[in-house]
């Protein structure tokens, strides 16, 4: 028996995947690439932009001959495109379908194929007894001692409700897991070989709050810097609002938590920031990243921007224009605005910014940012910088910094894994080239 999954989306998704590809292959399940092979199929869906719904669609009715041709075949929609009111409408349109999983949980594909043995994988007692079934249930075979980096969600749903998101409606509120079971699933991808692991959160800095004698995200960074074997540790996406004077310092003490952040502003202007109900200003914005820079001088920060939001002005947006400009952040994530069903700006808002604008303000902001990265990325020419080493790519070994700039290095020895000082040789805005430091030490038999 063989399964297939499609993932689209954030990081979220990715570490959904691999819970369900690891609990397929529980059931006797093995991978492979080709769907035309599979008897089970699992799409797992995003639905944040319109482009990546279209996606979902596209690659959904593309599977439908296979199921024409294969009756047995089992078809499973899982994540955002489900989400966690209700799928009536899409066993409607899709009759083809024969599973339809909310984001996040494996349980109802795991019922299906067990005929209700398994019910729901969000229940914490049924979620214990499979997962002890195999310790090392949480990667799939494929991954087990070759992953290098790994995601592991720590808040599920949203309750801030940004008026543009769709993720507080489609993946419900705001539920922080337990440390014990956090802890449990990275002492577990230590044992298979993983050395860096990203907390996951929609606002994972809100991690704690509806748990009332359980730690914060500090707290809990704390806690993850014990665990033997993981060597890094990163936390992400963090909300201004709730980023935090404790979460500051465990970063600087913490030897493992890398310095890199990823502190979504989404527009520079406070009244769109106002119109979005984000809850800051850009002064805000602004000196957070000043405490931020004050106290951890050679950190990275990443951020999120979104062109086009309804009402957007020109001069509004050259308020965004300028913020980026003067803070000289090392990422922004850039999107143009796009009407997601359900929303507050959806039902509230007129979409009144033509698709030609938000690419013009888009493209704007892609070349700045361009130039600012470059320059930061130039300053790292002839310096020597540990990279933890993930995979070999076209030759070449790629690996990241502790402020996750992507680099390259050619070398004819296995450095998966390892953490070992390179010199900057080439810089670019996207990524860097460089020559280890020094020789890795041949390992004795």
């Known amino acids: 028996m063989k399964y297939h999954i499609w993932t689209e989306g954030c990081q ?20 492979t690439e080709n769907p035309s092979e599979a008897d089970v199929i699992v799409l797992n869906t995003c639905v944040v932009r319109q482009s990546a719904e279209d996606r979902a669609y596209g690659r959904l009715h593309s599977f439908r001959p296979l199921k024409q ?3 047995n075949l089992v078809i499973n929609l899982m994540g955002c495109l489900v989400g966690v009111r209700g799928h009536e409408k899409l066993k409607a349109r899709f009759p083809f379908v024969d599973v339809f999983s909310p984001p996040s949980d494996p349980g109802p594909l795991i019922s299906y194929l067990t005929q209700g043995e398994i019910r729901s994988m969000e229940d914490a007692e049924t979620t214990r007894r499979f997962l002890t079934m195999d310790e090392e249930l ?40 337990p440390v014990g079971d956090i802890v449990a699933e990275v002492r577990s991808l230590a044992r298979q070989g993983v050395k860096e692991v990203t907390l996951l959160g929609q606002i994972v800095d809100r991690y704690g709050k ?10 809990l960074l704390r806690i993850i810097h014990e665990v033997d074997g993981i060597e890094r540790i990163r936390f992400l996406t963090s909300h201004p609002n709730y980023f935090d004077d404790d979460i500051i310092e465990a970063v600087a003490e913490l030897p493992k938590v890398m310095p890199h952040f990823e502190i979504p502003i989404q527009a520079g202007d406070d009244t769109v920031l106002a119109n979005m109900k984000r809850g800051y200003t850009q002064q805000q914005y602004r000196d957070l990243v000043a405490k931020i ?29 300028r913020v980026l400009a003067d803070l000289k952040l090392d990422v922004a994530h850039l999107a143009r605005y796009s009407v997601r069903e359900g929303t507050v700006a959806a039902r509230r808002m007129v979409d009144d910014v033509p698709e030609e604008e938000k690419m013009r303000r888009f493209r704007l902001l892609e070349e700045l940012q361009e130039q600012v990265v470059g320059e930061i990325n130039a300053k790292y020419l002839g310096e020597s910088v540990p990279v933890l080493f993930e995979e070999k790519v076209k030759g070449r070994w790629k690996g990241r910094t502790p402020t996750n700039k992507l680099v390259f290095v050619e070398s004819e020895d296995d450095l998966r894994g390892r953490i070992l000082p390179v010199t900057i040789t080439w810089t670019g805005p996207w990524s ?14």
């Open 12 to 31: 979220m998704n990715v570490a959904d995947s691999q819970r369900v590809g690891s609990a397929l292959e529980h059931l006797g399940y093995a991978l």
């Open 69 to 71: 041709k294969n009756p």
């Open 293 to 321: 820079r004050a106290r951890i001088p050679n950190c990275s920060i990443a951020t999120d921007i979104i062109v086009g939001f309804p009402g957007e002005t020109e001069a509004q947006f050259m308020e965004t224009y």
């Open 138 to 177: 949480v990667l799939p075979l494929h991954e087990r001692g070759k992953l290098v980096s790994a995601h592991v969600p720590v808040v599920y749903g949203c309750s801030h409700a940004c008026t543009f998101c769709i993720i507080p409606y489609k993946r419900g509120v705001e539920r922080s897991r």
């Open 432 to 445: 860097m080239q460089a020559t280890l430091a020094r020789q890795p030490a041949v390992l004795s038999l």
């Open 210 to 219: 509806d748990i009332p004698d359980g730690p914060n995200l500090a707290g």
